[in-house]
């Protein structure tokens, strides 16, 4: 490969690597390292293994191309770099020649990200999953609303009417779970309510949360803040907002608490929850292109979401707490849904990330108050 040639590849906007019959990485093109966040400097010399340690579909792509002496693609393969979360990338190996004309045993390995189509697919699949599961929730709890009535109501007769003091203990109890099954209802059919939209600033919004969360464990939680003052406010039902993200925070919140419970160490330090704002442009969302958006992030370092519930994680009554109601993950997807926005997660021992996308409107697109520090 000539130098003029290496000169070619970095006019590229999709992200190249040139490696050598060893598999060592000779040339890495800007729009890879944008990519990758390596630099081609540091990444010269190493071997692809070295850099790619999550995967072995590129080793046997490059394998397969050379053997036939051939392009070949793989689609949708997850490529980790450096212990970051795995990309979901498009992989396709070409052989080339070398400049004295010879074989050379040389590959480009070209590599374009599929996660915006992934995340599409995705978030139309939760779409239609989730309005399913809005109208079972809604039609169960108005099934359940109408006999509780009846239940509390034949309690309180009988407990005027039993004689033996001793008895008004069962009574008493039948009251008290039909008005917490009564709350639990509610808090079903609250998510149904028509949004009251407003110009909101999302970061009030976390401030909010972080208050709330501040006075409910002050001692055993540390929350990090990392806004972009500079960004724009939301059309919004402030209070649906609200109530989705202290949701997840709280989640989190309450999975760090147990978790310093369980510990040997006492003393060890409290948990840590991040929120972190961030402007995304060019995104669809609800099935519309929006030409600006606002990414707010809810990250803890605590032990993750169990591999058996992250499939359902977001169904209602489903939960990962024993004695959690499993439904605020599914209140707050319903709300963050009302507002064409999109809500997703990444999770594994120490670190688990929602992600909350919400559409900025056209004519809101000025900065937003900025937000002491």
């Not at 203990?169 to 609250?190: F, N, P």
């Not at 064409?340 to 990444?346: L, S, V, Y």
Request: hydrophobic share 40%; net charge negative.
């Amino acid at each position: 490969m000539k130098t003029a040639a290496l000169a070619g590849l970095d006019l590229l906007a999709t992200a190249v690597i040139l490696i050598d019959d060893t598999d060592t990485i000779r040339h890495m093109n800007p729009a890879a390292e944008n990519l990758f966040a390596l630099s081609s400097l540091a990444t010269r010399g190493r071997p692809v293994r070295e850099i790619f340690t999550d995967t072995t579909v590129i080793p046997a792509a490059i394998e397969y191309a050379r053997s036939h002496n051939c392009s070949y693609s793989e689609h949708d393969v997850p490529v980790g770099v450096a212990g970051r979360p795995a990309l979901h990338l498009s992989c396709t190996v070409t052989p080339v020649e070398l400049g004295n004309g010879e074989s050379g045993e040389s590959c480009l390995i070209e590599f374009r990200p599929i996660n915006q189509q992934l995340r599409i697919a995705r978030e139309e699949r939760l779409h239609d999953q989730n309005a399913a599961n809005r109208e079972l929730v809604r039609n169960l709890a108005h099934e359940i609303k109408n006999p509780l009535g009846g239940i509390r109501g034949a309690a309180q007769l009988l407990d005027r009417e039993l004689d033996d003091p001793g008895l008004h203990e069962y009574t008493q109890v039948i009251m008290q779970e039909a008005d917490r099954l009564q709350k639990l209802m509610d808090r079903l059919l609250t998510p149904h309510r028509i949004p009251q939209p407003a110009l909101v600033s999302v970061h009030e919004v976390l401030e909010r949360v972080r208050s709330v969360l501040l006075a409910e464990y002050h001692h055993d939680l540390a929350i990090v803040r990392d806004y972009d003052v500079s960004l724009p406010p939301v059309l919004g039902d402030r209070e649906q907002l609200i109530q989705a993200l202290l949701n997840i925070a709280r989640n989190a919140a309450q999975a760090l608490v147990e978790q310093r419970k369980r510990a040997a160490d006492r003393n060890a330090q409290p948990g840590e929850i991040t929120f972190r704002t961030r402007a995304v442009r060019q995104v669809t969302l609800s099935r519309k292109r929006h030409r600006l958006a606002i990414e707010i992030q809810i990250a803890d370092n605590g032990p993750g979401i169990s591999q058996e519930i992250r499939e359902r994680i977001f169904y209602p009554l489903v939960s990962g707490r024993e004695g959690g109601s499993g439904l605020g993950l599914t209140i707050a997807q319903n709300f963050v849904t009302q507002h064409h926005g999109a809500i997703t997660f990444e999770s594994e021992p120490g670190c688990t990330r929602f992600y909350i996308l919400l559409p900025v409107a056209e004519d809101s697109e000025r900065p937003g108050p900025e937000v002491a520090q």
